[in-house]
């Protein structure tokens, strides 16, 4: 995630411009303020998926699962795999494929 930086000034004449370019880039803007400490503004949803990413990171185990996930995910990413009909996927794993499924309710309101 890329962060842009302004100063306050900026941001208060610039508000509602500044808050869609957080939310068009899903990045952050540091806000810079004369004597006091920075601030950052970024979108909510983001803000929500770090704290998701660092709950799930704070256990060692756990961690080291998903690390292990996304490294063997990485190694398919150059795997291609071919699209398949259901019919074509269980004629290739030889099973018989099942009927669909109805809603009798919705049979018997065509029948109406």
Known sequence: MLSK????TNL????????????????C????????EDVAILAASELSSMMETLHLLKSPANAK??????ERADQL?????????LE?????LDIE??????N???????EL
């Open 29 to 36: 803007i540091i806000v810079s303020r004369k004597g006091k």
């Open 97 to 102: 494929e099942r009927p669909q499924i109805t």
């Open 104 to 110: 009798p309710q919705r049979e018997a309101t065509r």
């Open 5 to 8: 930086q302004t100063n306050y």
């Open 77 to 85: 990413e150059s795997v291609t795999v071919e699209s398949q009909t």
């Open 65 to 70: 699962k998903l690390f292990a996930a996304m």
């Open 12 to 27: 208060r004449q610039n508000l509602a411009s500044v808050l869609d370019e957080v939310i068009k880039d899903r990045g």
């Open 88 to 92: 074509e996927l269980c004629k290739e």
